[in-house]
């Protein structure tokens, strides 16, 4: 995980935004997104899960809390928004919805994450972990976890936070693919379904400018009409 974040010199007035990493997920696969978004003025901190994302969920939540904190205070200001990959997506509802984060956040925006699950198999091939067993994280993405039920138990949109999923047709990792859409209000945007000639993966979705341009649409609250031209 990053260091305590300190305020960046000529800090915008925007929130700051938190991207917060998948599963073995080091600070600069984020890299290409968080310049994407400073570019347009924003100002970025990027949270990379303790261990390499494979212990609990629940603990990994507590950490992004205690982050989101530390930004919090650098920046005054009271809330942030969150630009999320992968796991980073459940972790964040898991902050959302059971660590005080829906006070704190104002939009979520989540790419590519595992919201109902995804077969076990494609955790395993594509993040070459072998096998689930003793990898809590990885058994907590399963469909038809606990703790997934958990999570999605009741309403999947917690307070005022705006919700919005981005992925993919081509996702190995999240299958079947539909298992990224949220319920109750979340704007779900599947590339595809704006953009057929994009053809994209798990990882590829934080590297697209398509993708890149629906999530400055959702930042600034705007309806999500990806630019299929961006490169």
Known sequence: MASAPVSPAGAS?????????GTISPEFALDPLASRLEQQGYDTYTFVLPGNGLGDIRDTARAL???VDG???AT????????????????????LKFEGGAAE?????????PNYGTVVGNIVKVLGLGDCVGIVACQQMAIGSTFLAELNAGDDTVGSVRYTNIYTRYDELVQPYGNSAMQDGATNVLVQSQCP??????????LDGAV????????????????????
């Open 105 to 113: 956040v104002d939009s979520a925006i989540l790419l590519a994450s």
């Open 76 to 95: 005054g200001t009271s809330r942030v928004d969150l630009v999320t990959h992968s796991q980073g997506g459940v972790v964040a509802r898991q902050y």
């Open 197 to 206: 000639l994009r053809i994209m993966g798990h990882i590829g979705l934080i």
């Open 13 to 21: 007035s925007r929130e700051p935004v938190v991207l917060v990493a």
């Open 212 to 231: 890149a341009d629906g999530v400055l649409d959702a930042l600034r609250g705007e309806p999500v009409r990806l630019n299929c031209w961006a490169l």
């Open 65 to 67: 809390d205690a982050f």
């Open 71 to 73: 930004v919090r205070t």
